[in-house]
């Protein structure tokens, strides 16, 4: 097999239909891609993980973290999303931004990679965007056994928001769902004596919780925000009052905010009703030092490729480096611009790809 270019790679990716949770064969693409790493495949619930390492010398572990799947395409494409077509200096496919591209970047970097000092891995699973049971958790479950978690992981995300390299992402939000259901007594409208509305239970406690900041946040935080999603309840008639009301919602939350706070503040404001709550914390918040190397490191690399000074973020919704962060591993994303990922017509450019490509391969070379 010819080593593959940056480019000719990343066409390579994106004609693999590797839709949640298949792999469209890049797991064995890349065990073969990077043959003089050694592979350990923990494979498990339909889905395929792949992490690849190779020891150069005795110090740190760096690792590049990534998703080879893809949501389906849907409709409103002006080309087949996994034939990628190249117009303009734009490469259009499924997967162009989110995160093939990234995935290109990082391999072809580091199969050009002759020294360095430590030990070099990647970790790939084909359930990112699907429920992330299988995938990246559980091999770094399997790592901490084999006592070889990272010490710093990049994760190649889409995160430039205007131009490449104005972004990258030094933490996350955790995410955190929750069901109240309150009860009252159904009954004719006409006698409302007679009933118990369970609107004008809720009716109250709603200025109290709507949109209400449970911390104040801080220079990297949005503050954590309680975000009522949905209510209903009755019958969809005019003429009966409620026996229940059914409320969702979602708090992002900081590192300011744990799923304790948000079950305290649920149960405080519906102290004394008769209600049911279920809520189930669906990730946690993470944060690394900006001053940690990888930070460091990283945005000296795409000042010297870039000349742009980079913004540390936090924004966005969850993505694997979430569980790179449980286990003490200091993680940064860093990927191309995020304007049209799981869009019709996704793209990036072919300057974005070559780019990345180069920031990659100058961390490896400097860390």
């Not at 949005?222 to 008639?237: A, H, N």
């Not at 799981?342 to 391969?361: C, G, I, M, Q």
């Amino acid at each position: 097999m010819r080593e593959l270019d940056v480019i000719d790679l990343f066409l390579k990716l994106l004609s693999a239909k590797s839709i949640t949770p298949d792999d469209g064969g890049l797991m064995d693409f890349i065990e073969e891609y990077l043959s003089d790493f050694e592979a350990i495949r923990v494979d498990r619930g339909g889905v395929k993980n792949l992490f690849l390492t190779k020891k150069f010398g005795d110090g740190e572990h760096l690792c590049f973290g990534g998703h080879v799947d893809v949501v389906p395409p849907g409709d409103g494409w002006e080309s087949d999303p996994f034939t990628p077509k190249i117009e303009d200096g734009k490469i259009y496919a499924r997967g162009a931004q989110d995160m093939k591209s990234g995935l290109a970047a990082f391999l072809c970097a580091i199969k050009e990679t002759k020294e360095f000092n430590g030990r070099l891995s990647i970790l790939l699973t084909s359930d990112e965007e699907g429920d992330a049971i299988y995938g990246t958790k559980i091999v770094l479950e399997e790592l901490k056994k084999q006592n070889l978690l990272p010490d710093y992981a990049i994760v190649a995300e889409p995160t430039c928001e205007i131009i490449f390299g104005d972004a990258i992402k030094i933490g996350r939000r955790g995410s955190n769902n929750g069901v109240v259901r309150v009860f009252g007594k159904q009954g004719h409208a006409a006698y409302p004596a007679k009933a118990i509305n369970a609107v004008n239970l809720i009716a109250p406690i709603l200025p109290k919780i709507a949109g209400v900041n449970l911390d104040s946040g801080d220079e990297f935080f949005e503050p954590s925000q309680f975000v009522i999603t949905d209510i209903r309840g009755g019958l969809e008639v005019t003429n009966v009052t409620p026996g229940e009301v059914k409320l969702m919602f979602n708090v992002r939350n900081s590192t300011a905010t744990t799923p304790k706070d948000i079950e305290d503040f649920v149960n405080s404001n519906f102290e004394g009703l008769n209600y049911e709550f279920e809520f189930k914390p669906s990730s946690k918040p993470f944060m690394t030092n900006p001053n940690s190397k990888v930070v460091k490191k990283l945005t000296q690399a795409i000042k010297d490729e870039c000349n742009i000074d980079t913004k540390l973020s936090t924004a966005g919704g969850t993505s694997d480096a979430r569980f790179f962060g449980e286990y003490g591993v200091e993680t940064v994303e860093f990927g191309v611009i995020n304007d049209t990922i799981h869009a019709p017509n996704e793209r990036t450019t072919v300057d974005e790809v070559e780019s990345l490509y180069r920031v990659f391969k100058r961390v490896i070379k400097e860390f």
